[in-house]
Nanobody, 124 residues
Framework: QVQLVESGGGLVQTGGSLRLSCAAS????????MGWFRQAPGKEREFVAA??????????YYADSVKGRFTISGDNAKKTVYLQMNNLKPEDTAVYYC???????????????WGQGTQVTVSS
């Protein structure tokens, strides 16, 4: 069984920054993509960012709403992923979920593995 554990959420003012971390653990599993989704109250879960590894090449993907403000990074060998969030806005308030997949990132990505979520609240 694969477990994803997130950390780094919290309360921040508009314009502030937070860094989310996630580590995957378990037995005998491989990862080709990791990323972040978020779900605000009353809204559907939405994609935020993903990192996908193919041999020595790393690909990065972002939702339009976070481009230029959020940066995803990670380590395939360590099965870790991070999300640096800058210039946060109240509309970024949500529960952020870490996700991982043994397959590469693809359109309409629905990862196999999910974390429990960490709350991010941006006050105005």
């Amino acid at each position: 069984q694969v477990q994803l554990v997130e950390s780094g959420g919290g309360l921040v003012q508009t314009g502030g920054s937070l860094r989310l971390s996630c580590a995957a653990s378990g037995r005998d599993f491989s990862i080709q993509a990791m990323g972040w989704f978020r779900q605000a109250p009353g809204k559907e879960r939405e994609f935020v960012a993903a990192i996908s590894w193919s041999g020595s090449v790393t690909f990065y993907y972002y939702a339009d709403s976070v481009k230029g403000r959020f940066t995803i990074s990670g380590d395939n060998a360590k099965k870790t992923v991070y999300l640096q969030m800058n210039n946060l806005k109240p509309e970024d308030t949500a529960v952020y979920y870490c996700a991982a997949d043994p397959r590469p990132y693809r359109t309409k990505w629905l990862p196999d593995y999910w974390g429990q979520g960490t709350q991010v609240t941006v006050s105005s």
